[in-house]
């Protein structure tokens, strides 16, 4: 299949490649996009939450008569209210995963034990937000509060309290990665460095918050949910499960899509609770979540401690890695072990690591559930292997490039088959990269040679500059499938619909482009309907890094598929052999005749059927194709990054003044859109090393819930992002592509690290923790400057 | 909950409404003007997705009631295209810059290069400038570079 389609690729229209201007953009800028809180429905009602007050207690008493009474309120109900319309005490969301202990799915609404801030008792519906914020305010609810699991390494202490009391302890999966002769490893080591790090909890943080309005037509028994959701398909799939309704029953369509960066993937309990009580009182219920919402109650992630030591031979060789992992899981269970499974595995990276061993403990705690954030755990496994790697090459006196090009896989390497197995049961194996390149690319794009030129001019002007090397790799594109269908009209517009979402990645234009440059039209004559549950039997959506992969090759396969038709077609209709035509320009033409052709509009309704009427040739009826691709194994882009940092050692200021990335994502659709998913992903990543932190105190409450508190990066702190591409195709699918939406986040913590620990070299630092604010750089400082002062 | 009778200008239509006190402006022109193009985000004042201009000024309408803006001019995105429907130079840069993604942030981003360009008055600005201009406006998708880069363009164009 991959080579007939390789085949089809000769006949392509040049559109692949080129950065075509997105179709979304022009309705963008003029206000006129579509948002979930823009839909406004005849009759719709409004809902707000009543959300705990403490992380973790028993309801002693939750008395809603006063809110109920209040004029305006459709209703207020409590999850005893709403069992009766439900299939399970807890939503059904367990994803499967081999290491879990025991499930824990959370609850749509608390039944009796609350176990993080934020999570939702009760659900108030009225005629305005406003009238049922009001309500929330008069419940009466009293909670006997219990000691909170605040922390990975202490919920897993012997005497910790429990965060649950449904479960018997807190250490809810215990997992590993374990190959290779560790034992042998460190027994011959020349070196080793040991070393702890700690990763804080970070946001989303899409400007558009979650939300959703669902409606119920008591006539044709049909639930319409409105949402933002990442992945429609699984949306419905649970609100079929828990509503004990039928597929037919149920559609989920999203509309324009503000950011979704992770959270948005994972089904909350809102998403289950506002379309009850729409069936309930028949009317469309709209949430939108606010922003203080958002901070308590939305999936987070990052909270880590990795307890890690490196053997190295004497030239700087890996020889085995070993360590503990001790990962925040959140309260409950939606989402399997897939992010300390990632950071875990990423650690690897681009390297050859002979031996690894590391237990990877997920600790319950009384925090929203942990879910993926763009990077999904990666972040975290590479800021370790890369921080191991800096600190040997400091113990051996080499350079920082030097001892990673002893490490890196060589490009005769691959594909290189890791002994690490994946979900699926596979060996996670490397598709194709040359990673040495790659770094020398981003060295010689950095003038990394020239950089004590640029320190000694910094250090003249009083500041001290430090530069920063990391590799990366992250596995894209993660199956099982994912659908596209394509179909041309009479009209000659061409309409395609996908399971694929969009939440600003340009999937749309994405989709279209391909199918373009298959069918010689105009990308603008290609109308895409992403993530519509009525569009697209099945689906998966957004997440892993993945459309491109998976949509982007289910289009490419559909519209070829017609474009084969479409000359099957012609040959009757022009009485031609087929090997005689060709499709150009949306047009099937007989080689060299000039005037004899058939546009894709005539073949479309030549084939569309007359009442009573054969089609010509018993061909098949509609100019229209669909196709589920199928992939299981990842396409692993990779990359480097090097930046430049600016300290400021009296206050702690960290300011980035270059940033290079050079970048590897296969087959490159449309360059435009991928340098801006790189930039974006990057400025995420700046925002968890330098900026966020989602702070609580240690009874669990949040302190950091505005964006006067929570700093994401603005445009004045964002360096300038060079990035440069290399282009090694994935021999694992028809386009050769990788995915790139979350690779610019992975390795910026590790690089933006090695360059603030350069700037201060003379100090010796090790920045363990992150994020580096200017107090925690400024205590590093003071601290190791009086440890110099010691005689 | 008191009412207000109000009169605002919005891109240049006279509207003559009762409010409720607690109304802020960002609802006023959503819900009541159906006017959706201005987002809310954060309703704090820091995100900046809100922007819209009052008597010329950008101003978060979050953090303003509607009662305020009564005989006031407010501008906001719907108004910002020619009569032709075109975009206008800002917007057209936007979309050659890649300034925007998702396009929640971007109607206030919009908002703001407006006020800057009008307060330029054809001097030119650098980088630095345009950044510190920009930087009420948060944005997750884009790392900020092609809004940075599509101001740059339409600000020291010639006849900007």
């Known amino acids: 299949m991959i080579s007939k389609l390789a085949d089809a690729r000769k006949g392509a229209h040049g559109l692949i490649g080129k950065s075509l201007r997105r179709l979304e953009d022009a309705r963008l800028l003029r206000g006129a996009g579509k948002f979930v809180d823009d839909i406004h429905l005849p009759g719709m009602l409004h809902a707000a939450f009543l959300r705990s007050p403490v992380a973790h207690g028993l309801i002693h008493k939750l008395d809603l008569a006063e809110a109920r009474a209040l004029p305006g309120i459709a209703g207020v109900y409590s999850w005893a209210d709403l069992r009766p319309r439900w299939q399970h005490d807890r939503m059904p969301l367990a994803l499967h995963a081999s290491g879990i202990k025991f499930d824990v799915d959370p609850f749509c609404l608390v039944k009796d034990e609350v176990c993080y801030v934020g999570e939702c008792i009760a659900i108030v519906v009225a005629d305005s937000r406003a009238i049922a914020e009001d309500a929330v305010a008069l419940i009466d609810l009293v909670i006997d509060p219990l000691p909170a699991v605040t922390d990975p390494c202490d919920g897993l202490m012997p005497d910790a309290p429990r965060a649950r009391l449904d479960t018997p302890d807190n250490l809810v999966a215990l997992t590993r990665i374990k190959y290779g002769d560790i034992d042998g490893g460190f027994s011959r080591a020349a070196h080793v460095v040991k070393e702890r790090y700690r990763l804080s909890k970070g946001g989303p943080h899409s400007i558009e918050t979650r939300g959703l309005v669902a409606r119920y037509d008591a006539r044709d028994e049909t639930l319409t949910v409105h949402s933002n959701t990442q992945m429609p398909h699984r949306a419905k799939q649970v609100l079929v499960a828990a509503l004990g309704l039928g597929e037919h029953q149920v559609v989920v369509v999203n509309p324009d899509v503000g950011g979704g960066f992770g959270p948005k993937a994972l089904f909350h309990p809102e998403e289950l609770s506002v379309p009850t009580v729409a069936m309930l009182l028949g009317k469309p219920v709209k949430w939108i979540e606010d922003r203080y919402e958002s901070f308590v109650s939305s999936a987070q992630e990052r909270v880590q401690d990795w307890d890690m030591e490196g053997a190295f031979d004497a030239n700087g060789r890996l020889l085995a890695i070993r360590g503990k992992l001790s990962h925040d899981h959140g309260s409950s269970t939606p989402y399997g072990i897939a992010l300390p499974y990632n950071a875990s595995s990423n650690l690897v990276g681009p390297y050859v690591l002979p031996a690894f061993h590391i237990e990877i403990a997920l600790c319950l705690t009384n925090m929203v559930p942990a879910t993926s954030t763009r990077g999904a755990g990666r972040p975290q496994g590479t800021f370790v292997m890369e921080r191991l790697l800096d600190r040997m090459a400091k113990k051996l006196g080499i350079a920082r490039e030097e001892i990673r090009s002893r490490n890196l896989i060589k490009p005769g390497q691959m594909p290189y088959s890791t002994p690490v197995v994946m979900r699926d049961g596979s060996h996670m194996t490397y598709d194709s990269g040359d990673y040495p390149e790659c770094q020398k690319r981003a060295l010689e794009a950095a003038d990394w040679a020239g950089f004590a030129t640029r320190r000694e001019a910094a250090r003249k002007n009083g500041k001290l500059l430090g530069i920063g090397l990391a590799n990366y790799v992250e596995g894209t594109g993660r199956g099982p499938f994912e659908s596209a269908s394509i179909r041309v009209g009479a009209s000659g517009k061409i309409m395609i619909a996908s399971g694929a979402t969009s939440q600003g990645q340009g999937t749309k234009t994405m989709l279209a482009q391909i199918a373009a440059d298959v069918l010689g039209v105009a990308p603008a004559d290609v109308h895409v309907v992403p993530g519509d549950t009525r569009a697209t039997p099945m689906g998966l959506g957004a997440y892993a890094s993945r459309q491109t992969v998976t949509a982007g090759n289910a289009i490419f396969a559909a519209a070829n598929e017609v474009r084969e038709k479409a000359i099957k077609t012609a040959a009757v209709m022009l009485e031609a052999a087929a090997h005689d035509l060709e499709l150009k320009d949306g047009v099937v033409r007989v080689k060299g005749v000039p005037g004899h052709r058939k546009t894709l509009a005539e073949i479309a309704h030549a084939i569309s059927g007359v009442p009573g009427f054969a089609l010509p040739g018993d061909i098949a009826p509609g100019l229209a194709s669909h196709v589920d691709f199928q992939i299981n194994a990842l396409a692993f882009c990779n990359g480097a990054h090097v930046c430049e940092a600016q300290v400021d050692p009296g206050t702690g200021h960290v300011k980035l003044t270059r940033y290079i990335v050079v970048h590897d994502c296969g087959t490159i659709i449309n360059p435009m859109m991928v340098d801006g998913q790189v930039l974006g992903a990057v400025a995420h990543g700046i925002g968890a090393t330098l900026f966020e932190w989602m702070r609580f105190d240690e009874t669990g409450q949040p302190q950091t819930v505005t964006y006067a508190d929570y700093l994401l990066p603005t445009a004045e702190v964002m360096p300038r992002v060079e990035i440069h591409h290399m282009e090694s195709p994935s021999p694992l699918n028809p386009l050769g592509v990788k995915g790139a939406a979350e690779s610019g986040t992975i390795a910026a913590p590790a690089v933006i690290i090695s360059a603030v620990e350069d700037a201060l070299r003379h100090l010796d630092l090790h920045i363990r923790d992150l994020p580096l604010t200017p107090p925690r750089l400024l205590a590093l400082i003071k601290r190791a400057q009086k440890a110099g002062e010691r005689p | ?160």
């Open chain 2, 1 to 160: 909950m008191s009412a207000h009778d109000i009169c605002v200008s919005v891109n240049g239509v006279a509207h003559k409404r009762a409010v409720e006190s607690r109304t802020t402006l960002a609802d006023f022109l959503r819900h009541d003007l159906e006017l959706t193009g201005t987002h809310i985000g954060c309703e704090h004042g820091v995100c900046g997705a809100c922007t819209v201009l009052v008597d010329g000024l950008s101003s978060r309408s979050c953090l303003m009631l509607a009662a305020q803006a009564d005989g006031r001019a407010v501008e906001t995105i719907e108004g910002t295209a020619g009569n032709d429907g075109d975009l206008n130079a800002i917007q057209r840069a936007m979309i050659e810059h890649h300034g925007v993604q998702c396009g929640f942030c971007t109607p206030g981003v919009v908002m703001t290069l407006i006020e800057l360009r009008r307060n330029l008055n054809g001097r030119p600005i650098g980088e630095d400038e345009v950044r510190r201009a920009l930087s009420g406006n948060l944005c997750r998708c884009t790392g900020y570079q092609g809004m940075v880069d599509a101001a740059l363009a339409v600000l020291n164009a010639a006849g900007a």
